[in-house]
């Protein structure tokens, strides 16, 4: 016994410094673990033995703090950790604000937290040389939280509350990025990606289940929010229902494919190995289903954006390495596939009217001859004319009937009759747009402060609470011209370290570029949508983008081999 508490209390005296190096395989291994406790044993426990989610989750923290100290891996099991909890929506409200303003605390909070503060000891430790762009950003992340509080003290909305609730939203997403940056600056890149991927796997899974049940399992607790239906599609024989409910734990389906976006063209790259190949091919055709799934507009759009971007990067800049064709290949089949998801149902629909319309002129050639030989006659001609009608109209009624219930089917199953895409919803967040640069030029230091736009959103002929659907102009709704532009500098930099590294540096290019797309395709995804007020979606994004700007890609590790 003495024995193994020496042990435990040399393992924890180990965390007082940077580790010199990490075992990727104890970090696979963790994170595994980890992501299967929360996804697998959780609400499987909950299910069959009827204990409480509260008293499962604790139970999995106990099994996995056994774990890592039973196999000396307390580091790795701590980044992984870090990461995997990152993408579960478990939260407990604590206040709740007016409009959608509140504060909980997240299951990520206890990772980001701990992960943190061993950041600051390391630093103590060991001053660290942070690349420019990693300084740029925290700096301007920083100031933007600071001047978001300003913004809730002195902007023109009607509540302080729901301005300072939104500066301690994005003090949150400070400290997952200063903790994410961290743990890549001192490791590798690595110990940030496979934990991602990993839980994201576990998340899919989830939402395959989800997509075949129809609805959500019933597990808030964990992370699931929605179980709203927006349509049907077919594949082959089957129905399947679009909407919500197949996000995994990481929320709804739209903030699902926040997420997926981030991390799709890292799964592209990592298709440079026959092993990774297959893994990722798997992978990437559970994302383009529940991509299909979550019924966005927006979320395809993004894709895409992603996918060429990835293509014109690889392909340009990648072309020594004949292992790039994989990747690019995997691109264009998702692609493929993704478009065949959305427009299947139409396709199916113009092949069988441009197949009755053969029918129907083969008929005709056909009555033509046959009633040639007796045009002389008038009453032959007659009687031959009035068959061929009566015979064309009772054909008509079987296949027209057939073809209209076909059709039926199909617009139920897209939603909108044959068109796959709805962009009704444009003209509301045209005005929305407005709104948030008439605030602006209002109150251009302040703007109205933190989460108060909701509350007035009436006043520009909005729905109640309506958010503004466009990350950049929300913030500058909330924060001002100040704010809004201390944000745009921490994304651009970002975007630009990666592409510079991408297009420039010498080691490692494609996965710059994967990186680079992923936080593109974020970005144009949040350009229509409110998933700025998801906390998971864009506690993600913080963690990849400090992980991207920390990373000193260090030779001899085995992403290209």
């Known amino acids: ?284 055709a559970a994302i383009t289903l529940l991509l299909r799934v979550s019924d966005t507009e927006s979320g395809l759009g993004a894709f895409f954006v992603s996918a060429l971007l990835f293509l014109f990067g690889i392909a340009l800049f990648n072309r020594t390495d004949r292992r790039h064709y994989r990747q690019l290949g995997l691109t264009i089949l998702s692609s493929g596939m993704l478009v065949g998801l959305y427009l299947g149902n139409a396709v199916r629909a113009i092949g069988i009217s441009l197949i009755a319309g053969l029918v129907e002129t083969v008929q005709g050639i056909i009555w033509t001859d046959d009633t040639a030989a007796t045009e002389g006659e008038p009453g032959n001609g007659s009687a031959g004319k009035e068959a061929r009608t009566e015979s064309k109209n009772g054909s008509d009624e079987t296949d027209g009937g057939r073809n209209t219930d076909l059709s039926d089917s199909i617009g139920q199953s897209s939603g909108s009759g044959d068109v796959a895409v709805d962009a009704s919803n444009l003209d509301v967040r045209l005005e929305q747009y407005e709104a948030s640069i008439d605030i602006a030029i209002e109150n251009p230091l302040f703007g109205l402060g933190g989460w108060n736009f909701p509350l007035r959103s009436t006043q520009y002929q909005l729905p109640d609470t309506m958010a503004v659907h466009n990350t950049v102009l929300s913030h500058l709704a909330a924060t001002g011209i100040v704010g809004a532009l201390l944000y745009l500098t921490a994304i651009v930099t970002v975007i630009f370290h990666l592409l510079r590294n991408g297009i420039y540096g010498k080691d490692r290019q494609g996965l710059w570029i994967a990186l680079a797309c992923g936080i593109i395709g974020f970005q144009a995804y949040s350009f229509w949508t409110t998933i700025h007020h998801s906390t998971t979606a864009t506690a993600v994004y913080w963690a990849l983008c400090g992980a991207a700007v920390a990373w000193k890609p260090q030779n001899g590790n085995d992403w290209e081999h």
């Open 1 to 284: 016994m003495s024995y193994f508490k020496y042990r435990l209390w040399d393992q924890v005296l180990t965390l007082r410094n940077p580790p010199d190096s990490v075992s990727t395989v104890a970090t696979i291994g963790t994170a595994v673990c980890l992501t299967a406790l929360l996804t697998g044993f959780t609400p499987i426990s909950h299910v069959t033995t009827g204990m409480s989610l509260i008293t499962a989750i604790g139970v999995v923290g106990v099994v996995y703090t056994v774990v890592i100290f039973r196999y000396g891996v307390l580091i790795e099991g701590l980044l992984s950790a870090f990461f995997v909890l990152l993408t579960f929506n478990a939260d407990v409200p604590l206040v709740r604000g007016p409009g959608i303003a509140e504060i909980s605390v997240y299951l990520l909070d206890f990772g980001s937290l701990g992960v943190f503060l061993l950041g600051i000891l390391w630093y103590q430790q060991r001053r660290p040389t942070f690349s420019v762009a990693f300084r740029v950003v925290l700096a301007s992340l920083g100031a933007f939280v600071l001047w978001s509080v300003l913004a809730a003290l002195f902007g023109s909305g009607s509540s302080i509350t729901a301005g300072l609730m939104f500066s301690a939203a994005q003090l949150r997403y400070l400290l997952v990025f200063i903790a994410a940056g961290t743990v890549v600056h001192w490791t590798d890149v690595r110990q940030a990606l496979y934990p991602l991927i990993i839980a994201v796997t576990g998340h899919l899974i989830v939402g395959i289940v989800q997509t075949v049940s129809g609805g959500i399992i019933g597990f808030s607790r964990l992370g699931e929010t929605s179980e709203q239906l927006i349509s049907t599609f077919t594949i082959g024989s089957y129905t399947i229902a679009t909407g919500l409910h197949a996000g995994g734990f990481v929320g709804t389906g739209r903030v699902f494919t926040a997420v997926l976006l981030l991390l799709t063209p890292i799964l592209w790259y990592a298709a440079n190995s026959d092993a990774r190949f297959a893994m990722a091919t798997v992978t990437v």
